[in-house]
């Protein structure tokens, strides 16, 4: 609300106004102080969280920043993982169904003959 000249009947009544103007802003500078301490301790711990969670952190490029390298990661991993699941199958394979292949060639070529 803005301040009109008759506002005021007498000097007594506009240092009145002027002294509890001064007691507001004193209040909110104490306020706007003890925010910035509480705010600036908020600062220091999210700066310690972040420098743990940088030591912490796994060094992969699984948390690249580029798209395209979380991509190609994946891609790599699941092709090693198809890789070696396929290397058992086919140890798998060579151990327990070779020999019965092999057997059932072996008489079908006795019977041919």
């Known amino acids: ?12 009544d506009l240092i009145q106004y002027l002294n509890d103007l001064e007691q507001r802003i004193n209040v909110v500078e104490e306020e706007n102080l ?13 700066r310690d969280l972040v420098e743990f969670l940088k030591d912490s952190w796994p060094k992969t490029t699984l948390f690249h920043r580029s798209f395209w390298v ?8 699941n092709l090693v993982i198809q890789l070696i699941i396929g290397a058992l199958l086919f140890i ?5 169904l070779a020999p019965l292949v092999a057997s059932l060639i072996n008489q079908a070529s006795g019977l041919v003959q």
Not at 1 to 12: G, V
């Open 1 to 12: 609300m803005p301040i009109s000249a008759n506002q005021f009947k007498n000097m007594n």
């Open 34 to 46: 003890t925010l910035r301490t509480s705010l600036e301790e908020v600062n220091g711990k999210n």
């Open 70 to 77: 979380r991509a190609l990661t994946i891609f790599g991993h």
């Open 92 to 96: 798998l394979y060579l151990a327990l």
